[in-house]
């Protein structure tokens, strides 16, 4: 069993910066590619970025260099910086992480998602 925790998310002003951390724990032999999803009130979920363990990196088109990806020392924490934050940003971020398990096996993993809100 894998678990995704996810924290940082808030309430910032329009213009302002949120840094989001996730990390996985639990029967993990390696992670493959982490990275965080956003889903907003009727929309579908997107990526925003997501980060291989060779360091690879893939943003949303609406990043536009406003946000930042990170793996964290362990290689089982993913971070985003988020700066110049829009009150469109505003969604549920989720962590995502492909796991490749103790038993050799890959699976995909999700957090519980994090709440944040961008007030215009």
């Known amino acids: 069993q894998v678990q995704l925790v996810e924290s940082g998310g808030g309430l910032v002003q329009a213009g302002g910066s949120l840094r989001l951390s996730c990390a996985a724990s639990?029967?993990?032999?390696?992670?493959?590619?982490m990275g965080w999803y956003r889903q907003a009130p009727g929309k579908q979920r997107e990526l925003v970025a997501a980060?291989?363990?060779?360091?690879?990196?893939n943003y949303g088109d609406f990043v536009k260099g406003r946000f930042t990806i990170s793996r964290g020392n362990t290689n089982n924490t993913v971070n985003l910086q988020m700066n110049s934050l829009k009150a469109e940003d505003t969604a549920v971020y989720y962590c995502?992480?492909?796991?490749?398990?103790?038993?050799?096996?890959?699976?995909?993993?999700w957090g519980q998602g994090t709440q944040v809100t961008v007030s215009s």
């Open positions: 980060i291989s363990s060779g360091g690879s990196i």
């Open positions: 639990g029967s993990i032999l390696s992670i493959n590619t």
């Open positions: 995502k992480a492909m796991v490749v398990a103790v038993s050799g096996y890959g699976y995909q993993y």
